[in-house]
């Protein structure tokens, strides 16, 4: 399952996942600080959604309120809801 997700308070603009099941298969973070969000998406390949969501919510980036991890999180949230419907 594809799925794209329009990130809210980061530098990055866009989520684009893909699962399969409840694996994350291919993840790429459009805008950002490339070099670590390319580090981010290797690292949580393979890795079940849920293990990331509960290992990214609610991290932040200076005083924000969110982060890009955190909006991975939010992605990953969303886009399981999406399969369970």
Do not use: H, W
């Not at 990130?7 to 990055?12: A, D, N, Q, R, V």
């Not at 603009?13 to 805008?31: A, F, N, S, T, Y």
């Not at 959604?49 to 909006?71: L, N």
């Amino acid at each position: 399952m594809k799925y794209n997700y329009k990130t809210k308070g980061t530098c990055s603009r866009e989520i684009q996942l893909e699962l399969d099941g409840d694996r994350i298969q291919d993840m790429k973070v459009i805008g950002g600080c490339n070099g670590n969000l390319k580090g981010i998406c290797a690292l949580v390949k393979g890795m079940k959604a849920q293990d990331v969501i509960d290992r990214f919510s609610g991290v932040r980036c200076g005083f924000k309120s969110t982060s890009c991890p955190d909006q991975i999180a939010k992605a990953l949230g969303e886009a399981l809801k999406k399969k369970d419907i």
